[in-house]
């Protein structure tokens, strides 16, 4: 990232009025942190905002300014933004009829760079955390709001500082985030340690499918699942995250069946496993230890196909 691309993007946001952010569809604490940390400084800057999420921000009423994302997007705009994904199609219809986006900012090693400017940056342990290194470059500045959103995003896509990218630096710009007012253990709480009692439910019908052979364990959460038990979502609920701590887990699978004949694919791994290029082959993408895709087709020609070519991983040599 050099400082000529960090001054035209602050040119770009200089000369714009109404700013569009987006991320990608069932979204994680990163991509509406990363929206929302974003679009409350732009805010705070005096711009007209639209902050936008294909399937809302419901689970996310903990961060400021959550009331104000919506499901898509209205009116014209000088400058789109997308947070925290890596290929266009991941926004679901939020850009449809918008073209693409002046600026991306995200930290998955696939991105597909389909920005006017790309602020990729794959060694980054969230999308948040790239924020918080160039707001202001941006000419933007922080505030309690800003930096609680920023720290929530760093907390859920670390897990609560668990995977194998976090160092010091992500502990300073955590520490930093709190010295602007962030509530570390109110964030934590409610991202990693409160859930519904419909979600428990749904781990239940999860957990009693759990398989394991060869250091691959998985299972599998279907729409008649969900409708049974009353899950609202149409995520695992972080489910992926229980199988991943079983110990005889090398990498963690779960499918979970879609509406319109899709099944969302995620991956887990310990580290010295990359995934990513499982999910990639399938039209998906991530991290080394943290992929997922979406596949088009029937739930057991799926599981069959993805558990071929994950075993195939564990097979190689290391």
């Known amino acids: 990232m050099t400082k000529e691309i960090d001054l035209k993007i602050k040119e770009k946001i200089a000369a714009s009025d109404r700013i569009l952010i987006v991320s990608h569809v069932r ?3 990163d991509a509406a942190g990363s929206v929302l940390g974003l679009g409350l400084a732009l805010q705070q800057a005096g711009k007209e905002v639209q902050m936008v999420l294909e399937d809302g921000a419901d689970n ?3 961060i400021p300014g959550s009331e104000q994302i919506v499901r898509k997007a209205d009116g014209s705009f000088d400058m789109i933004v997308v947070v925290d994904c890596s290929d266009p199609d991941r926004v679901g219809d939020a850009l449809n009829g918008y073209g693409s986006p002046d600026l991306v900012v995200d930290h998955h090693k696939t991105n597909l760079n389909f920005g006017t400017y790309n602020v990729v940056e794959p060694e980054q342990a969230a999308t948040a955390a790239i924020l918080y290194d160039h707001i202001p470059d ?3 500045a922080f505030n309690e709001a800003v930096a609680t959103s920023l720290l ?3 907390v859920g896509d670390t897990i609560g500082f668990r995977t194998s990218n976090v160092d010091s630096s992500v502990m300073r710009r955590a520490a930093a985030l709190m010295d602007l007012g962030a509530d570390l253990t109110h964030i934590y709480r409610e991202e990693l340690v409160l859930k519904s009692y419909e979600a428990v439910r749904y781990w239940g019908a999860g957990l009693n499918r759990i398989l394991h052979k060869d250091g691959l364990v998985w299972t599998y959460l279907t729409l008649d699942d969900r409708e ?3 899950y609202a979502g149409n995520d695992d609920a972080d489910l992926v995250n229980v199988l991943s701590a079983v110990r005889e887990a ?3 699978l779960i499918f979970i069946e879609q509406e ?3 099944v969302k694919v995620s991956w887990r791994a310990r580290p010295g496993l990359d995934v990513s290029g499982i999910a990639f082959s399938f039209g998906g993408g991530g991290h080394a230890a943290a992929a997922g895709a979406d596949i088009d087709g029937d739930l057991n020609e799926i599981m069959a196909r993805v558990i071929e070519k994950t075993r195939d991983l564990l097979a190689s040599p290391k």
């Open 60 to 62: 996310f009423d903990y």
């Open 152 to 154: 929530s995003g760093l």
């Open 228 to 230: 049974k038990i009353g």
């Open 250 to 252: 090398e990498i963690a």
């Open 138 to 140: 941006w000419g933007l």
């Open 27 to 29: 979204p994680d604490a």
């Open 260 to 262: 319109h004949n899709q």
